[in-house]
């Protein structure tokens, strides 16, 4: 069979209540776990600076529209799909919650203007084995800007990582390689919030029946200046093991 080139949009939508999408990253940098986010739950950030707590508020909802009620500003994405005639589809994704920086809310928390570019790689190896690229590249800011032309929060960030997946047996293997950073340039928040790091990942899983195993060895290491005030060495090191085993019908 001839493969033939095709380019076709997948995706594209329009949403609301995505305002706060910055906050998060940038007052506690990028982190890789499988906690599940509540919509309607507030999240915790990290201890701030008493300046701070006075615009601030020291949590973040995930789903929320500041101030002026549901889709008041609708944000977009759009996804965009590439077969060239080899083994591998490309993928071009881009994202913008159109959030107001200078919109806030009664319990002070902000809109931030985030938007970011994504592309992907897929290339099939042949044999079941698949090797998968993605690389995101944004911005995010908030707040008013002050007389040297820079709001006071200013983050870009940035992410990659390459996944390699192969069937051997009865088992299946991943293994994955990613870095990511954060860069702060606001009138407020500095380089003292910024965030370098990298990750290795490999698991193994292996299905029965109506079950699945699972196991994963993670390294992560990241390096961020704001540590240093909660008492913490700006360097963290943490490794994790951990199992699991899955039912499904």
């Known amino acids: 069979m001839d493969r033939k080139t095709a380019i076709s949009p997948s995706t594209n939508a329009l949403f609301a209540a995505n305002d706060t999408s910055g906050t998060l990253l940038t007052f506690r940098g990028w982190a890789l776990h499988d906690r599940t986010t509540l919509a309607f739950r507030r999240q915790p950030l990290p201890p701030l600076d008493v300046a701070i707590l006075g615009y601030q508020a020291p949590f973040t909802h995930p789903l929320l529209d500041v101030p002026h009620g549901f889709a008041d500003r609708p944000g977009y994405y759009a996804k965009l799909d590439w077969q060239p005639p080899i083994p591998v589809r490309i993928e071009l994704f881009r994202y913008d919650n159109r959030a107001d920086p200078e919109a806030v809310n009664q319990d002070l928390e902000w809109g931030w203007r985030t938007h970011f570019n994504h592309v992907g790689l897929i290339g099939d190896l042949g044999g079941g084995a698949m090797l998968k690229f993605?690389?995101?590249?944004?911005?995010?800011?908030?707040?008013?800007?002050?007389?040297?032309?820079?709001?006071?929060?200013?983050?870009?960030?940035?992410?990659?990582?390459?996944?390699?997946?192969?069937?051997?047996?009865?088992?299946?293997?991943?293994?994955?390689?990613?870095?990511?950073?954060?860069?702060n340039r606001g009138s407020d928040i500095g380089s003292e919030y910024d965030d370098k790091g990298w990750a290795a990942m490999f698991a193994a899983r292996r299905d029965w029946r109506n079950f699945s195993g699972i196991v994963e060895l993670l390294h992560v290491s990241s390096r961020r200046g704001q540590r240093q005030d909660l008492g913490l060495a700006p360097r963290q090191r943490q490794t994790q093991l951990q199992a699991q085993v899955r039912m499904h019908w």
């Open 134 to 183: 993605q690389a995101i590249d944004g911005r995010t800011r908030m707040g008013f800007v002050e007389a040297v032309g820079r709001r006071w929060v200013d983050n870009r960030f940035r992410s990659a990582f390459a996944l390699l997946t192969r069937p051997v047996g009865s088992f299946g293997l991943a293994a994955r390689v990613e870095a990511f950073g954060t860069r």
